[in-house]
């Protein structure tokens, strides 16, 4: 026998080298033959619930580190609360209408227009199914648990008679109607956009200074005069029907050296704006207040014919400008609705594809709206005052990325405004994660205007009205009822298929139609009606899901998107929101905190990661960042989560490697029956459990990860761990001091596993299946452990913490003695205190051998007074010596009492008795030399 062979080192088959790539897919495979998901729901059946729905993302094209971010934070959560005692389903979904599936189609070669409609839109309908099939074999790479063989997706005939539903109770309720109002349109999608499709870039545009004549003065300004206008939008002013100024700004009436013409601007801004307009000096002829100019009648630049009225509005400013704004109606909010007070002429010059149409006049038609600015400059001549180019924010249609223009047409409208009170209370009533949200959110809803819910597309949901013969609208409960229980048994499809009037009701009649004829809308819904009626097609009708749902959970960009639509849409319906908490994430970022996007080659994949270092990679650094903010990835910084990983893998193969011999039932002891130092790191992992359980309630992963790492590279692999191989290797393999120490190292084992098991699946199962003493075949369906607590354990703690400040110093003190080539490995050392009365006490006090703590050889504490040259702190010194004696070749420790033994080996005297007490034959025959 060898002499190594009496030592106790730890063995076990659970590998160094994790191999995620190749595991993982094992794992998922388990569990999906084992219906683990399906088992965790019975388990929790009849427990509180915990519903968090699920936002659905776009099915188009394989995810991407945004989806990854958003789909395994809805996994920890789902997971931890399942583990926690909550019954907590999670159910998948997809949104599946809408023009990026008619775009790829046409990237494809498909010609719509050359398609009958039904055949167009059931290649739509397949394309979407197979991206739904591609992401959702994404997302269960990542180890995401669902109902993924029964989710939600928005074309199935249930949902989108759900959504007719929803639609019908808010027609019924009067809270849709038709209306020409401008909206934003997008002319490279030629189609009206929601406020969440927008978002901003900032451009180059070409902003010019002109002047109005005064036709009617009204007494207060002469026919010599022009008020001076100036626009960012050149093309607009082929619509311009009036002049708006605000009521209480000053304007004053200039007369420029040398001109025949006096000229009307805002007094505040008249100093700035005569070097644009080379008025080297001037002269203040009157002076108005804005209300003294309201129905004087000035003549359009170019067009005698054309009046434009001076109104009053609220939307005027001096921040820039001349203090006075040309008013086009079908070309902006503040110009519709002030232009509606007057009864402005709502003019549109622009058609759906951005082309100056025949209202625009003859020398416009047909050019492109942005490019019209010379011709412009042509027709204002000498009324155009000044020209330059200025860089500002400007509205992009999030698909295209190309900038839309506010454009009057008829569109269909869900209003906001008449139940806006009621919403803005109900997000009152919400919980916010982060708290900021709730302000976000509050502020969108109070100044959003109401919602454009139609689009001129081909894919999507139709808006379930019809027209009689004289025009008028029929959108009544009986129709839309009707109109949803044909959805239901045939789906969306059968409006394309059939005639309106085998759409309505049997012997539907209506005033409008005497002689019985109807005809449909051919607009279909705003995706964002679509998933924001998905709390009626999904948790009001799924018997195990509940409504409002307890949480919803996307990024930060959902706030204007589905946080929004589904809140509106929920009021309307039911009076409160569809969410009692919502939670917000920041977007993904590269590793220079720069977007990703394909154009700068920084985009990763989440299948990239899951095959070079496996998706618990990915699903711990979702765990290290803080998603309340823009969160960065890389794959160096996966690199470095990488390196993490590996540390909290070899900690916890350590623990089970020196467990493989502990059975619980048997081997475990009481907490009382503990050596002080193993209740302290009890003590120690049960604050840990608490703090981790209130850090998932909280859904703050990040601290989790700290807490973790931080227990297992401090207190575990620097401390507790660190000398516990001079106790679990050397001692016997049943003696008490190895027990007690074991029944620490199992309790950690399993109950970190079980912590970990809602961000590290993969592993914790890898793990659990190694403890052979435990009962339940996946740790999935087990609970999470409970954070105990202990007789005097506060004071347990303050003791312990007060060593490792003793513990710290003497570190010190070895480390310079290191240095200085007195030894080499802290067992090379003889170490002399020089103590205080309270340093005395604490070390008498610990009951453990401080010398096996601070991992040296000898240990001598001393109330003499500590020679010069001494390592000094507050109330304690050291000196360091290399140890007397020689190695012992069992324990390693140099001790005095080291000589050879009969039995052939050179060990200490504790060593001699272990071996000569579990090994009689061994020394009887003598072990094998070296």
Not at 299 to 310: A, C, G, K, Q
Request: hydrophobic fraction near 40%; proline fraction near 4%; include cysteine.
């Amino acid at each position: 026998m060898k002499l190594k062979e009496t030592l106790n080192l730890g063995q076990t088959a659970f590998p160094m080298r994790a191999g995620l790539p190749n595991k993982e897919p094992e794992w998922q495979k388990a569990w999906e033959e084992a219906n683990i998901y399906q088992r965790r729901q019975e388990l929790n059946a009849g427990k509180p619930s915990f519903h968090l729905h699920d936002g659905p993302p776009y099915a188009n094209g394989n995810i991407h580190v945004g989806h990854a971010l958003n789909k395994i934070s809805k996994d920890i959560i789902v997971r931890s609360k399942s583990m926690m005692g909550y019954d907590a389903p999670y159910v998948p979904g997809w949104d599946t209408h809408g023009l990026p599936i008619e775009q790829v189609l046409a990237k494809q070669g498909v010609k719509r227009k050359e398609l009958d409609l039904v055949t167009y839109l059931e290649m739509c309908r397949d394309y979407a199914l197979s991206q739904v099939d591609k992401q959702r074999e994404d997302f269960k790479r990542l180890g995401v648990s669902g109902d993924w063989e029964n989710p939600y997706i928005t074309l199935t005939p249930d949902f989108e008679a759900a959504q007719i539903r929803v639609f019908g109770v808010m027609a019924d309720k009067g809270y849709i109607y038709r209306g020409a109002k401008p909206v934003y349109w997008s002319w490279s999608s030629e189609s009206a956009l929601a406020e969440a499709e927008i978002e901003y870039h900032d451009i180059d545009s070409t902003s010019l200074y002109y002047a109005n004549k005064v036709k009617d003065g009204k007494g207060v300004l002469d026919t010599d005069t022009t008020i001076v206008v100036w626009t960012t939008t050149p093309f607009t002013i082929t619509a311009s029907r009036g002049l708006t100024v605000g009521a209480d700004l000053d304007y004053v009436v200039v007369r420029p050296a040398g001109s025949d013409r006096k000229y009307v601007v805002a007094e505040a801004l008249i100093d700035s704006l005569a070097p644009k307009f080379g008025w080297e000096s001037f002269e203040v002829v009157a002076k108005h207040k804005g209300a003294e100019l309201e129905y004087i009648v000035t003549e359009h630049p170019w067009d005698e014919e054309v009046e434009e009225l001076v109104i009053l509005g609220d939307h005027v400013t001096t921040d820039s400008g001349t203090g006075v704004v040309h008013t086009a109606p079908s070309f902006g909010e503040d110009d519709y609705f002030v232009g509606v007070k007057y009864g402005l002429e709502v003019y549109v010059t622009v058609d759906e594809r951005g082309l100056m149409n025949e209202l625009a006049g003859r020398d416009f038609k047909g050019q492109f709206y942005d490019k019209v600015v010379p011709t412009v400059v042509e027709k204002l001549g000498d009324l155009l005052l000044a020209k330059e180019v200025i860089t500002h924010s400007y509205p992009f249609d999030w698909r295209t990325k190309k900038p839309i223009i506010w454009r009057a047409v008829p569109q269909w409208f869900a209003s906001v405004d008449k139940f806006r009170q009621e919403i803005l209370d109900n997000i009152d009533k919400t919980t916010f994660y982060p708290s900021w949200g709730h302000t976000r959110l509050y502020n969108m809803i109070r100044d959003r205007g109401d919602w454009v819910i139609s689009r001129q597309r081909a894919w999507g949901v139709p808006l379930p009205i019809f027209y009689a013969e004289d025009g008028t609208p029929i959108m009544t409960k009986e129709v839309t009822d009707h109109v949803a229980s044909l959805f239901e048994e045939h789906g969306s499809i059968i409006w394309w298929k059939s005639d309106a009037k085998d759409l309505l009701p049997a012997g539907f009649t209506h005033p409008g139609s005497p002689n019985g004829e109807f005809t449909k809308e051919t607009d279909i819904m705003d995706v964002w009606f679509d998933s924001g009626s998905s709390w009626n097609g999904v948790m009001n009708a799924r018997e195990n899901l509940s409504y409002p749902a307890d949480m919803y959970l996307e990024g930060s960009d959902q706030y204007r998107g589905w946080f929004n639509s589904s809140l509106i849409t929920s009021v309307a319906v039911n009076g409160h929101a569809p969410y009692k908490s919502v939670l917000s994430q920041g977007f993904v970022l590269d590793g220079k905190g720069e977007k990703m996007s394909k154009s700068k080659g920084n985009i990763i994949s989440p299948n990239d990661v899951a095959k070079q270092y496996g998706a618990e990679i990915l699903r711990l650094w979702v765990a290290s960042v803080d998603s309340d903010n823009d969160v960065r990835v890389s794959m160096d910084i996966l690199g470095q989560v990488s390196e993490t990983y590996r540390k909290i893998r070899n900690t916890l193969r350590f623990l089970i490697a020196n467990t493989s011999d502990f059975n619980p039932e048997t081997d475990a002891l009481a907490f009382e029956e503990l050596r002080s130092v193993d209740r302290y790191m009890t003590i120690k992992f049960n604050k840990l459990v608490a703090q981790i359980l209130v850090a998932y309630d909280n859904y703050d992963f990040m601290a989790i990860y700290k807490a973790v790492v931080n227990f297992i590279t401090v207190d575990l692999s620097a401390f507790y761990l660190d000398f516990a191989k001079d106790v679990v290797y050397i001692e016997a393999g049943n003696s008490r001091a190895r027990r007690q120490m074991q029944t620490v190292f199992y309790d950690i084992l399993v109950k970190i596993t079980k912590l970990l098991t809602p961000i590290l699946p993969h592993t914790s199962e890898e793990i659990w299946s190694y403890l052979e003493h435990e009962e339940a075949d996946f740790v999935q369906l087990t609970d999470m452990p409970e954070a105990l607590t202990f007789p005097g354990q506060e004071a347990i703690l303050e003791e312990w913490e007060a060593f490792m400040t003793f513990r710290g110093q003497a570190q010190k003190a070895l480390e310079e003695a290191r240095n200085a080539k007195v030894i080499g490995k802290s067992l090379e050392a003889h170490l002399t205190v020089y103590t205080s009365e309270p340093v005395r006490i604490l070390l008498e006090g610990l009951g453990t051998d401080v010398a096996q703590l601070l991992i040296v050889s000898q240990l001598t504490v001393t109330d003499e007074q500590a020679p010069a040259d001494a390592v000094a702190f507050e109330d304690v010194a050291f000196t360091v010596a290399h140890a007397e004696g020689q190695v012992c070749e069992r324990c390693r420790r140099i001790d005095e009492t080291v000589v050879e033994r009969s039995y052939g080996v050179t060990i200490c005297d504790h060593c001699a008795a272990i071996v000569e007490d579990q090994y009689p034959e061994a020394v009887a025959e003598g072990f094998e030399v070296k």
